[in-house]
């Protein structure tokens, strides 16, 4: 299956750690990976994001999905 | 700013692409990451995901934010 | 009250498991629905997504609201 | 693949509408689902929320992924 | 309706923007308000978060649902 | 760092709880804010969404990330 989310990075689990009603997965990205944001135009504006600049990019781990084989 | 995030990667700005109203972001990743994901006990135990189980981190390109010095 | 929301629906609590702080809701939907999904253009594209694909609507759990009257 | 999502569903695609960064997908689900959504425990206190309960599963359409095989 | 979304809060539409797909909305709150976040029990260790700290609430304005009555 | 996300309100920390793998923090901002919310053309249309409407900005407490200084 091939899906929208643009943004699907290989590795391996380093750790699961399991509650009562959640788990926090660690997984080790094994190569550097192009990643796609979406964000507003009035951010891209406002922070004056262009090609070669030096940025992060922040993830909130409860919108990870993993997959797998 | 130490934010609760926990996934933060630096990277470099290749391409913005601006709309009315959103922009496409593609940030290069200069160094292989540790991702840490929030997933339910239940896929946990439904996919049987462990220590040493290759995986693929899927997330969303909305659910991005970009950070700049 | 009206919601932006574009997907609302109906339906019956099956389970309801809670742990410290989260919970974990087993809705039974009902009827068949229409599902509104935003998505980038370059994934519409790559995909090929077109009328009359057979296609999955995919949700974490995580971004679930559930409303009740 | 398996993914750790929950929800995920069947259907067709009844019409896609292109911008210039963003799309709209409308996907019509073949058959009623089970959905599952994660709340905290304080929700399902205020809302006193329970088997048999009528409710609804609300989903902001950005959250969703669309797969295809 | 009450709903299991922790943060609800009124206030009036200063801006409206639309574009092809997307909007972006302009709500002016009226009064402060108390804030739910649910982060990782990790999070709170490392930044060390306790009662009376002053932080910050971040949130992407993809993630904003508008309920109008 | 500045961020692309749009909304970032200071407040003190009312409360903290935490279980096995989340948390649950109560942030009382202090002031009222503008928050700005991405949704869809046809929300806004359904809505009829205009500047001067009084309106509800609708935000799940697993989307917020806490930033501390």
């Known amino acids: ?3 929208s989310a643009r943004n699907v990075f ?7 750690e399991v509650g009562a009603v959640m788990a926090n997965v660690k997984i080790k990205i094994e190569s550097p990976e192009l990643i796609t944001a979406i964000i507003t135009k009035e951010s891209v504006e406002k922070l004056d994001l262009k090609k070669g600049d030096t940025v992060s990019a922040i993830i909130k781990s409860t919108e990870i999905i993993v997959g797998k084989e």
Chains 1, 2, 3, 4, 5, 6 share one sequence.
């Not at 290989?10 to 699961?16: A, D, K, L, S, W």
């Open 1 to 3: 299956m091939k899906i």
């Open 10 to 16: 290989e590795g391996e689990i380093e750790n699961v």
